[in-house]
């Protein structure tokens, strides 16, 4: 089987899962899956179960879980990624993707001083997390709030480190900072938007405790900088994943 | 000044820079550039020039060198990166945007024997990576191969170290392998198509002396693999970069 299965845990009773609509229509349709057959089905929230199929018609989906997983493909690391709302909606979009890929825990869009839209395409977005979340295997969704200020959500977040993505002559370099964070076990990782954070806004970052990295000698395009950080501070933590069982794919 | 220029080397005699005539009305047009401005020019081979404006005509700029530097935005590891040809394009171009950024140096489009399409835009992609070099403000503009055979490209490839991205029993997490390579001053990295290396394709680079890399919990995507590989091996030499005056901006 090439992808897994997305099934709110709402879906899930005792051995039984339901699958959702649009989900039996891939297991019939793509996969040309029967009854009998074994796929893999994920939760969003770290429930990971192997179900066979045992009733499939082109509306429904119903099967009964062979054996159950916890938190498979997911990071040793909780990392919550604060990203300004980017002019380009596409290059948002990417961003999501590939966050979702490397393991973000939570994605933040943060309006900011210079960012130039205020609002996501939440569903559209929603949607591109769930297709990348089964593609590649993980069994958690991640969260996506709604668009705020980067002192709102410092000040909300229970992460045990925050870094600010800011060079300046303060800034320690990423690959420095996430040696020393090895050990923590989530973090908070703040991006700005095209134009960057304003200096106002970094040093009341820092003020409340966040430390200025820098990713580099280039300069990074904004959602390039958040997706470096992010597998910057994952990796920190990379021997200590779980299963380690990916392939390489599209 | 946002953005750095480019001249080729053939634009630049002695002290003298005359700017193509695409840059010159950049500077014009976008900035609002004058005669007596100075501009940041690289020669994508290294070169990095502060030049003052002294002739300035909606065809024409022409500009005296004031300071002149080497590899100013160049990472400290020769990168070449072998990637599958992808069946969707702007994939591979997302790619080739952020792989610029992230400190290639050298981008090879592999026909592999689960690659679905044989050729690349190369026009298209060679303007990404103008745009994307002066942007993130490196001096070194990336080479693109010609789409080739992963056989073909370890045969020529002088690298030092060989990793090919592919989990199976024996990969290491790429984070073991390169802090292993930390002082290779060159590696090559591949990264299959869509549907992955062929067993024969993996085995074939492996008995070249290639070693298989594991990039996490996650079955990554194609182009996301090839990404967070390449900023491992550079992010591994970071601290040897020089400069690291990176501004993180859209």
Redesign the interface.
């Known amino acids: 089987m090439t992808t897994n299965f997305y099934a709110p845990p709402s879906a899930l009773r005792g051995q039984r899962v339901v699958l959702p609509a649009e989900e039996a229509r891939h297991v019939r349709t793509v996969l040309r899956g029967e009854e009998g057959d074994e796929i893999t089905v994920v939760d969003g929230r770290g429930g990971w179960y192997r179900v066979e199929i045992t009733h499939l018609t082109p509306e429904q989906g119903v099967g009964t879980i062979v054996e159950q997983r916890k938190d ?4 040793a690391v909780d990392v919550t990624v604060g990203l300004g709302v ?2 380009k909606r596409s290059r948002f979009e ?1 961003f999501v ?2 966050a979702v ?3 973000v825990r939570r994605i933040v869009p943060l309006r900011t001083e210079r960012t130039e839209r205020d609002s996501i395409r939440e569903e559209r977005l929603r949607k591109v997390m769930v297709a990348a979340m089964k ?4 069994s958690r969704l991640p969260g996506l709030a709604p668009p705020q200020s980067p002192a709102a959500l410092v000040e909300a977040a229970e992460t045990e480190r925050t870094l600010v ?4 002559g303060e800034a320690v ?4 900072a996430v040696t020393e964070t090895r050990w923590a076990a989530s973090a908070l990782v703040l ?6 954070f304003a200096p106002a806004e970094v040093s009341s970052i820092v003020g409340a405790g966040g430390t200025p990295v ?9 959602e ?2 958040g ?2 950080a992010l ?2 501070v ?3 933590h ?2 200590a ?10």
Not at 165 to 168: E, G, K, L, P, V
Not at 214 to 222: F, M
Not at 241 to 250: I, K, L, M, T
């Open positions: 498979v493909g997911e990071p980017l002019t990417t993707e590939k890929e490397l393991g593609q590649c295997r993980r993505c800011h060079a300046d370099p990423i690959w420095q991006v700005g938007p095209e134009g960057g820098s990713l580099g000698a280039r300069r990074l395009r904004a390039t900088a997706l470096a597998h910057a994952v990796g920190a990379g021997a994943e779980p299963g380690g069982q990916n392939r390489q794919s599209g």
